[in-house]
């Protein structure tokens, strides 16, 4: 595994990979490396020749008020367990690099951004598709892989590479999760001993949501109302930010699900925000 902080040295490699005709899959992180972000590369690894994940805490993802300071990091921890994967490269850009003197240009997918955490978090989205759209034109990868855990995020970049016809496909990764069905996360190493088995319900929630969608139940305010109940009384400490159910594709509310939704939480416990999803397909 060869680690790479120069931008003129990943786009050599990259350029050496295509002249060869092998195809490049990447896996963009921020690091605090977990078996989610591996899933993501193991997929990556099944439809390409060459694998190459950045790690890269981006400071634009962020607001003021937000974790960027606290955000865990573990360079040595992430390196050990990509080497186990037997991945190509680690790409651990500069900032420097990254954000140049005069550095003023962002991209933004606007109408996909201004629902769920997009309310909260104005210019979160914003930051993620201006650090992706130049990790694509470094990398210049054939297909990038992004876990379905941040469904918003997907859809985001998703949208990114229809509108500016880019040359790299979007392949989604499932949600792992642990033994009790909480989604794994980065910042889940936020809460402690009590809280870790109180977010627990968070799935669990969104399993009795998934209960009623297979009884026939099909009016997005009955399964808000269950989950908020649910959380409300076994998450009594949590704090509940949203509760939606969106179009899988424009992310807009949905009164009644005729077509395939999604139904996302976002909630606070503790120190960590903890988001949530499923799926639900008529």
């Known amino acids: 595994m060869e680690a790479i902080q120069n931008i003129v040295e990943i786009k050599t490699w990259s350029a050496l990979c295509h002249r060869r005709g092998r195809r490049i899959g990447f896996v963009p992180t921020m690091g605090a490396l977990h078996e989610g972000h591996l899933s993501l590369v193991r997929l990556a690894k099944q439809f390409s020749d060459h694998v190459a ?14 974790d960027l300071a606290q955000y865990p990091q573990d360079l040595r921890s992430d390196f050990a367990l990509l ?12 900032p420097r690099e990254i954000f140049p003197p005069g550095f003023q240009t962002k991209v933004g997918v606007s109408e996909l951004s201004k629902n769920l955490c997009g309310k909260f ?16 034109h470094w990398v210049s990868p054939d297909i990038a892989v992004f876990g ?14 229809q509108d500016l016809h880019l040359d790299t496909s979007i392949l989604r990764g499932p949600i792992v999760r642990e033994k009790d069905g909480l989604a794994m996360s ?52 949590g704090q509940i930010q949203y509760i939606q159910i969106c179009d899988a594709l424009t992310l807009e509310d949905v009164v009644t699900i005729h077509k395939k939704c999604v139904l996302a939480v976002a909630l606070f416990l503790g120190k960590a925000r903890l988001i949530d999803n499923i799926e639900l397909d008529p």
């Not at 978090?121 to 130049?134: N, S, Y």
């Not at 379905?148 to 590479?161: A, G, L, N, S, T």
């Not at 870790?196 to 399964?223: I, M, P, W």
Request: charged share 25%; net charge negative; proline share 4%.
């Open 186 to 237: 980065s910042r889940n190493r936020y809460l402690n001993e009590s809280e870790r088995e109180c977010a627990a319900h968070l799935y669990r929630a969104l399993t009795l949501a998934k209960h009623l969608f297979e009884q026939g139940e099909r009016q997005s305010d009955v399964f808000i109302h269950a989950v908020a109940s649910y959380i409300r009384e076994n998450m009594p400490s």
């Open 121 to 136: 978090r104005p210019h979160h989205f914003e930051g993620v598709a201006t650090i992706v759209l130049k990790l694509f």
């Open 53 to 66: 994940v950045s790690i890269f805490v981006n400071p634009l993802q962020f607001s003021a008020q937000e």
């Open 83 to 94: 080497e186990e994967l037997d991945i190509d490269v680690v790409f651990v850009p500069n």
């Open 148 to 161: 379905q855990k941040d469904y918003q995020q997907c859809r985001v970049i998703e949208q990114m590479v």
